[in-house]
């Protein structure tokens, strides 16, 4: 799952915040950013914070040079996001870690709350390649919901009808982000049917670039139990590698 | 880049030792990684050097579990000091180090006195030119931060090292006693050619949510690190100034231009940059500018210069 990227700091403009649902909102902004894939991340600086906060892309626009954000109000670094106003500068590190790898196979897209953000992203990019696909999202609360898939769940879980959607839809492949605990279990159904998961996870991270060794999972290679980092060596793994806790 | 103004040369009176330095800042262990993970952001040879992440004779999977707190104005780590071990780091990193001229000081920890004993005649072997010697590391269940906080075993610690290796050994110190003065002066005496510090304060994290009718609890113990401990490190660092001859490089907290005068108004040789790699991957080349700017400016001819006007 190896992309080429140049990693480096970048400043973005403001073009536009926006409440997009319940505690949610979209950042939009100008970059000179030239490349970023679906699933890959980046690093806000936020003045009031001492860490960096990393976010899914959620749209890239090389045309018009923007790149789209969605994230839910935590604390500290989101409320000084969510108080940018059009025109404000923001130095961000991008793009950083590895997104997915696109197969040309029927898909399966499953996004959970604001982890639908590099779904939307991807959605996209496997709309343009022509490659068939099926978006299905889930959220707590009506409040909550971002609009984009073919299906959403609203109060439940997100996989509920999942068995009966993959086999409807002759899913060969799936793509998630969602919480931990969804994707542990997308995952042990997918690996099940033999049906192929990457999945995109989220962890605390510091540096963002893979040398701090702060936001390590546990994956399986070659027979051993190693470990890696969700900043570099992902954010996108196999459901299969993943060695849950 | 016209930095050449910031050289210096880290020098143990006593035995002749030294070191030289491009410039006085260094990457800190465990925030540089191993050779050139940076080099996407900086020109590594426009550094002083890199300590390398902590390198242990076998390798280390590290803590497990959450390994993150972040506090205001710092962060707390529980690394655990994951690391490819000794083979791993001559076989792989050095070759990295030494093709792309990268300085840097190889950080070692161990548990026993032989760990420690073994991981200088590798360094010694393969001619490495400085170490850092961590007996400081607080997340570690055995040795390391035990060395650290007996005078008595620190010295012992020092000399069995000093015995093994020739190079220049810098011996990096916790800031979790009571007693810096006696640690520094038990390294000196050793055979240290220089001390560094501080490395991180013990810290606890604590996130309390209410949810429903509940309490949920979450606990993070290890290193303190971040601006908010640079008050302590400047203490530690002039209590080390007074009590040893050696040079010393400071750390803990460092983030901007004045932090460098701060720490060089208590006596400060050289500098660490450590958690603010997070944020600014470039600073320890923007911070090296900013001097060079500021010596340019006011006529400082070099860095012994300026580093003398302010302490003195």
């Given amino acids: ?245 | 880049m016209g930095l050449e103004k910031l050289k210096t040369v880290l020098k143990n009176e006593k035995t002749g030792h030294t070191l030289e330095l491009k410039t006085p800042i260094i990457g800190a262990s465990g925030t540089y990684g191993y050779n050139s993970e940076f080099e996407d952001f900086i020109d590594l040879n426009c550094l002083g050097a890199i300590s390398t992440k902590g390198i242990t004779l076998e390798k280390r999977p590290g803590n497990s579990g959450e390994r993150l707190f972040e506090v205001k104005g710092g962060l707390i780590n529980r690394i655990g000091l994951e690391n490819v071990g000794i083979d791993a780091f001559i076989e792989e990193k050095l070759p990295v180090l030494t093709e792309k001229k990268i300085d840097f000081l190889l950080n070692i920890a161990g548990s026993t006195i032989e760990d420690y004993e073994k991981l200088a005649q590798i360094a010694n072997e393969n001619n490495i030119k400085a170490i850092e010697v961590n007996v400081s590391c607080p997340n570690v269940k055995q040795g390391c931060l035990e060395f650290g906080l007996n005078p008595n075993a620190l010295f012992e610690l020092t000399r069995k090292i000093r015995m093994n290796y020739d190079g220049f050994l810098v011996v990096k110190l916790s800031p979790n006693t009571q007693d810096i003065r006696a640690l520094a002066t038990a390294a000196e005496q050793g055979g240290a050619d220089c001390i560094s510090a501080i490395n991180t304060l013990r810290g606890l994290g604590v996130k309390v949510d209410f949810v429903g009718d509940k309490f949920i609890k979450k606990t993070v113990q290890g290193g303190l690190s971040g601006s908010c401990i640079k008050p302590v490190a400047l203490y530690m660092v002039n209590q080390i100034k007074q009590s040893v001859k050696i040079p010393v490089i400071a750390m803990g907290g460092i983030a901007s231009l004045n932090d460098l005068f701060e720490f060089m108004a208590v006596g400060a040789d050289a500098f660490q940059i450590g958690t603010s790699n997070f944020i600014d991957p470039k600073i320890c080349f923007n911070l090296a500018v900013k001097l060079k700017d500021f010596m340019d400016k006011n006529n400082f001819k070099d860095f012994n210069e300026l580093k003398g006007a302010i302490f003195e």
């Avoid at chain 1, 959220?139 to 769940?153: L, N």
């Avoid at chain 1, 702060?214 to 954010?235: H, Q």
């Fill in chain 1, 1 to 245: 799952m190896t992309l080429e990227s140049t990693k480096n700091i970048h400043k973005g403009i403001i073009k536009n915040v926006e409440k997009i649902a319940f505690n949610t909102y979209a950042i939009e902004f100008f970059s000179n950013l030239n490349r970023v894939f679906p699933g890959q991340f980046i690093s806000i600086y936020c003045p009031n914070t001492v860490l960096r906060r990393p976010f899914s892309v959620m749209d890239f626009d090389e045309n018009k040079n923007t790149l789209k954000i969605i994230f839910k109000l935590k604390g500290e670094g989101t409320d000084y996001l969510r108080n940018l106003k059009e025109g404000n500068n923001i130095d961000f590190l991008a793009p950083l870690g590895n997104g997915f790898n696109i197969k040309k196979q029927k898909a399966l897209l499953v996004g959970a709350g604001v982890g639908i953000a590099p779904i939307l992203f991807l959605r996209k990019v496997l709309n343009e390649r022509n490659i068939e696909n099926y978006f299905i999202s889930g959220f707590k609360t009506e409040q909550e919901v971002i609009k984009g898939a073919d299906k959403t769940f609203v109060g439940g879980s997100v996989l509920d009808e999942i068995e009966n959607i993959i086999k409807e839809n002759n899913i060969e492949i799936i793509y998630s982000c969602a919480p931990m605990i969804v994707l542990r279990k997308l995952s042990e159904i997918a690996n099940r049917l033999s049906i192929p998961v990457q999945i995109a996870l989220e962890k605390v991270m510091a540096c963002s670039i893979g040398v701090c060794r702060g936001c390590i999972i546990k994956i399986s290679k070659d027979n051993d139990i190693v470990n890696a980092s969700v900043c570099k060596d992902g954010p996108v793994f196999l459901g299969s590698e993943v060695v849950w806790d």
